[in-house]
């Protein structure tokens, strides 16, 4: 596989590099793109403005708390959207709020995980996000690259 195209939407700078360094780590050839708002993931994944030459990405990883459009208003435009609802959408948040579980699930989000809290254990579930979904699946925009 070629290099794999990441969406980060995450507005916390810590978890920004928790997860590019843990990512670049990773077996696998990844180019990030990070936005810190739900509107401007929009703007990203609808190529307006200073996006309009971005690739779309393969996959994304989107936190629920954001400010401007929360998470949940996020994947329910992907979702709803013919033209990126194919994209994976991975909630990787530092709730474990029940309501933010379901309401990511009732919005059609592929999978739904608490950050944990220790760095160890947050750089391993990136390596296992990346395992699982950049390794293992086959994702729709890789079928004819």
């Known amino acids: 596989m070629n290099v794999v195209n990441v969406l ?3 507005d916390n700078e810590g978890d920004i590099v928790l997860t590019t360094e843990a990512l670049n780590q990773g077996r696998i050839k990844s180019n990030v793109s990070i936005v810190k708002d739900g509107w401007e993931a929009v703007l990203f994944l609808d190529k307006k403005e200073k996006y309009a030459l971005e690739k779309t990405p393969d996959i994304i990883l989107l936190d629920v708390n ?14 709803t959207n013919p033209a990126l609802k194919h994209i994976p959408v991975i909630i990787f948040t530092t709730s474990a709020s029940a309501n933010d579980i379901l309401e990511s699930y009732a919005n059609h989000a592929n ?4 950050k944990p809290v220790d760095v160890a ?3 391993a ?3 296992s ?3 699982f979904w950049i ?6 925009n890789r079928i004819n690259n």
Request: charged letters at 20%; aromatic letters at 8%; hydrophobic letters at 45%.
């Open 125 to 127: 579930a990136i390596a």
């Open 121 to 123: 254990e947050f750089q």
């Open 66 to 79: 954001l400010p401007k459009m929360n998470g949940h208003e996020v994947v329910k435009y992907i979702k």
């Open 129 to 131: 996000l990346e395992h």
């Open 135 to 140: 390794s293992v699946v086959q994702l729709p």
């Open 111 to 114: 999978c739904f995980i608490t």
């Open 8 to 10: 980060l939407v995450e």
